[in-house]
Each structure stands twice: as structure tokens, then as C-alpha cells.
């Protein structure tokens, strides 16, 4: 199996060895991996959320060496790029300057709201929660049209600390996946969310069906913050996918998208 959402402690909330990351995939036996650590801030630094930005050089220098050194495992060189509509012309200016093979998209920030933040409990207890979940799609679907991404990454994380909306959201739900679809982009079962109190994969098995519905080809990911989260809980992930005939993955390389399948 493949595993593209893998960090690095140069973002300040993870630990271990790149080299380690690597390791662990060989040692379960992963034929592909890529790192996709947290982009800098492109408007002032976030320590404890992301990388520097005088570290970015070092980050694509060391997935480029391991590269060399490992020769049995194909290693990509991704990014996971925190999606704020007023910097999209920064973003992407960063992002011209190095050889990433792919990059996903996510949204953790509700404006300055880092609302996925084990510290964002207080802030949750007080909030509209169909209001969130409406702010947080709206970006989400915004996100997909800057033509930025090649991935949407954990596409219902607005789900990991547990709060439901009331509401149905479902036609929410479908017009993003819709939205994925009108611009090519690719998403991924990410096994993070059984380790976070939803306890759950993301994305749902409803907008897993809609993944199905409208053909959107998946990536797996662990979002390892460590080396030992490398492909965890991907038999569940393999399972899902397959509970609802998902096959068509996406793999890449240089930005261009690898068809292949499942089986
Ligand atoms: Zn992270
Ligand atoms: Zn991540």
C-alpha cells in the first residue's frame, strides 16, 4: 500500500527521524510513501504548526537524499498546505519554487481558529456547530477551485473532536464532492481520526458513497505525526474502500496524476 500523509518534526508538533518515517514504511512493507509536512505560514510564522519557511529548502533536500539511499521503497516529496482565501497568490508562489509531486489541501483554520487544536474545546463547547460545519465546507469547496491542490486532505476533519451538526448536511456534503470532481482533484481515507476523539476515519462512509457516486480518486494517509503511525490502521482504510467498490488511486509524480487501482 501507499501511504502520502506522513510528517516530519521539522512542523513543531511531531517527532522523530525522517529517516525513521522511512524505515517503518520498508518495515511494513510499504511500496510507496511520500512526506507531506505542513507548508510555512506564508504570512507570519506559526511555530508548533508548521515548519519555517528558511527550513522548507532542508525539508525537499532531505526527501531527496532519502530518496537516494533508499532504492526499495518510492518516495515522493509532497506538502499539506493550510488553505486561507486571501493568500493564494502567496501560496502559490511558494509553492512554484520546489519540485513537490503532489500537494493537498486542507483546511484547519476557521479565519484565526485553529478548531481541530486539542486546546479548541472551550471554543467548540460555545459554537453554532451547523455554523461550523457550513464554514468549514464553504472553504473547503473554495479551496478545491484555485486549481492549488491535487488532493483535499481529510475531507470531514471538522468531525474530529466529535461535535455533530443538527442539521442534515448531506447536500453540503455532495456539493463538495461534486466540486472535487469539476476540478480533477483527488482526496484520501486518512486513518488520523481513529486516534482523535471522533474515533472515526475520515472521510464517512456518506461521503465515502459520494466519493463512489462521482468517481473521485483516493490516496491513503496515517497524518503520521511519529514513526510508529507510518500506514496504521490501514487494513481498516483498505476494508472501507473496498466496502464501497472504491478502487481508482491516485499516485503521483512531478504534479501529474498516476492512475492505478486497488485490486
Ligand atoms: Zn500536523
Ligand atoms: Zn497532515
Redesign the pocket.
Known sequence: MIDY?I?TNLCGHATGKMEQYVEKAIEIGLQEIGF?D?LPFVDFERPGFAMKRSQLPLYVQEVEELREKYSNITIRLGI?VDYFPHLENEIAELLSQYPFDYV?G?VHFLEDWAFDSPYAFPQWNLADVDGVYEQYIELLHQAAQTGLFDIM?HCDLVKIHGFRPARDMHSQWESLVKCFQENELATEINTAGLRKPVGEIYPSEEILELIKKYEIPIVFGS?AHRPQDVGRDFDQAMNLALKFDITSIARFSGRKRIESYLI
Open positions: 500523509h510528517h507531506s505542513h499539506e493537498y486542507s486532505a497524518d
